[in-house]
């Protein structure tokens, strides 16, 4: 072994001084998200770290996210996150034990990262440094508390025999056999190595504190929670009532995606680590740019206008052929084109640069939301409020659009410019501004996972064309001949509609291909194009083996 005053530790000491790196980053994480629920910053420093990250994450890197992990996409990446940050603290918690000012280094490059996180994210302000700052202190501590614990104590320097003659003074010293350096060292290993009682304790003592820590951070953030104002909010009758839902609208069929996606399984996919808590007493909607007026409104004010109630098919520009990432459901909601034309629409406008309240943006095009449509401010789903990950208290919900450039969640800010002054979020990150839904549709019945029995099969499942409207549905078997498939009703345009198609089936393997063309007579195409820049093609497939 090698005394620390060498500048060098065993492996010992090291391992232990990476344990201490790990605490001092549990230590951080605690006690940063406690600063956050304290002062209500924005996000924790992984939170901020994380969403930095989705800001530079490819086209290419998101669509693989979310077809590989789905809704669970935003927990492996904080996952990702807290792992990385593990490995690392390790590494700053062994560099320590040789040496302090190496340790505040790596701490100095978590802080430098969680601060430029902090400060670059569109709603920041010097409340969203604060979890940061937390978070390096109590790092900072924890290693000055623990390394010292885990580095070897070197002893006084060799005792010798010196002897005395009354005459001639002190004779040369003489080191006895028992008291050569070696025996010192051994001394040294055995007494006075690394403080593991002490470390131990004060280890026990640091990973408390900071579940602690963390824990209350929890539930400061959940005390801001607005689901109870969710849950108690009155939802004002629509003036202009859908109409009723014509018989056979939903053929009820095993497996088949029903007509109306009930909220707890509607998809969703956004860049918002942390859900938005808005409170409706507090929100503001400012409608301003490209206008003769400049509108705030506020919920109260949105309430009482005319509500329009409507069934309508949101999609996302992400989901793949034959993708799970759609969803039908019943809007309510103020009509923003009548908002836009109190404000007054001024030539040469053709965007709506709409700002969610965490900063993500929107480019919604100027005449998609005037000729007609029902596009909303849409203020609940289903019959109840918004939820919360579906953007309470207000979204846009504009049907025909990709919901990228369309549906804004927790909306507060339009501006009314241009597309060639101004790119929203993903329009910056290669994606097309503009981006009407693609003619398409998908076999849910059957899905290829299991076996199915030779004879009579259902082939089902759901088409979609946004504001065109589905006008077939073929299906075929082998690249045989394509076969018409039955539609169900639909109540208007802009929602999916299911579809049905009896199948004799044959034993072996078959390849089931569908297609579907819209009221405009355009037709499905078999080419395949990935989701980016502007959503993908292709003929969903099936693979099903019969017994």
């Known amino acids: 072994m090698t005394?620390?005053?060498?500048?060098?530790?065993?492996?010992?000491?090291?391992?232990?001084?990476?344990?201490?790196?790990?605490?001092?980053?549990?230590?951080?994480l605690g006690v940063g998200q406690f600063a956050a629920g304290l002062t209500g910053a924005s996000g924790s420093p992984v939170v901020v770290v994380g969403e930095l990250q989705i800001d530079f994450t490819p086209p290419w890197l998101k669509n693989f996210a979310i077809s590989e992990f789905g809704a669970d996409d935003k927990l492996v990446l904080i996952s990702g996150i807290v792992v990385v940050l593990g490995a690392f603290a390790a590494l700053v918690g062994a560099a320590a034990t040789r040496r302090m000012a190496y340790g505040m280094a790596g701490v100095a490059v978590f802080a430098a990262v969680g601060l430029t996180a902090a400060?670059?994210?569109?709603?920041a302000t010097v409340a969203s440094l604060?979890?940061?700052?937390?978070?390096?202190?109590?790092?900072?501590?924890?290693?000055?508390?623990?390394?010292?614990?885990?580095?070897?104590?070197?002893?006084?320097?060799?005792?010798?025999?010196?002897?005395?003659?009354p005459v001639t003074g002190p004779a040369d010293p003489v080191t006895t056999p028992a008291e050569t350096e070696e025996p010192v060292l051994a001394a040294a290993e055995g007494s006075r190595g690394p403080q593991r009682r002490s470390f131990l304790a004060a280890g026990a003592a640091t990973a408390g504190i900071a579940a602690?820590?963390?824990?209350?951070?929890r539930l400061l953030t959940e005390r801001g929670s607005v689901a109870r104002a969710q849950k108690s909010l009155r939802i004002p009758q629509p003036a202009i009532t859908t109409q009723a839902l014509p018989p056979g609208v939903d053929l009820h069929i095993p497996g088949l995606s029903s007509f109306i996606t009930p909220n707890g399984k509607f998809y969703r996919v956004d860049t918002a680590l942390v859900l938005p808590q808005v409170d409706p007493s507090s929100w503001q909607l400012r409608i301003h740019g490209m206008v003769n007026r400049?509108?705030?409104?506020?919920?109260?004010?949105?309430?009482?206008?005319?509500?329009?109630?409507?069934?309508?098919?949101?999609?996302c520009v992400s989901n793949p052929v034959d993708g799970p990432y759609i969803g039908n459901a019943k809007w309510l909601g103020a009509s923003l084109a009548a908002l836009l034309r109190q404000a007054g629409i001024k030539a040469g406008a053709d965007q709506l640069l709409c700002t969610s309240v965490d900063g993500f943006t929107s480019g919604t095009p100027v005449q998609t939301v005037m000729d007609g449509r029902d596009a909303l401010l849409a203020v609940a789903m289903n019959g109840q409020a918004l939820p919360i990950a579906h953007g309470f208290p207000a979204r846009m919900v504009v049907p025909g659009l990709y919901g990228y450039v369309s549906a804004t969640k927790w909306v507060t800010d339009i501006e009314v410019t241009t597309f060639a002054g101004n790119y929203a979020y993903w329009a910056q990150r290669g994606w097309s501004q503009q981006a009407p839904i693609k003619t398409e549709c998908r076999i849910d019945v059957p899905n290829g996972l299991s076996e199915i029995t030779a004879g009579p099969t259902v082939v089902a499942g759901v088409a979609w064309a946004q504001h065109k409207g589905i006008e077939a549905v073929e299906v075929r078997v082998d690249r045989g001949p394509w076969q018409e498939a039955r539609l169900a009703a639909a109540p208007g345009l802009d929602t999916w509609r299911q579809w049905v198609w009896e199948w004799d089936a044959t034993s072996g393997g078959h390849v089931l291909e569908a297609r579907a063309t819209d009221k405009t007579g355009y037709t499905q195409t078999s080419t395949l194009a990935p989701p980016e820049p502007n959503g993908a093609a292709g003929y969903p497939m099936v693979s099903v083996p019969v017994r």
Do not use: N, W
């Open 119 to 123: 400060a670059t994210r569109p709603d």
């Open 294 to 315: 400049e509108i705030t409104l506020t919920f109260d004010q949105l309430v009482k206008r005319p509500l329009i109630e409507d069934y309508i098919t949101l999609c």
């Open 3 to 28: 005394l620390s005053g060498t500048g060098r530790v065993d492996a010992r000491s090291a391992g232990l001084g990476a344990v201490a790196g790990v605490l001092a980053a549990g230590a951080a």
């Open 212 to 217: 602690g820590a963390g824990l209350a951070g």
């Open 130 to 165: 604060l979890p940061t700052l937390a978070a390096t202190a109590s790092a900072v501590a924890v290693l000055h508390l623990l390394i010292p614990m885990v580095r070897p104590q070197a002893l006084p320097p060799t005792a010798r025999a010196v002897s005395y003659d």
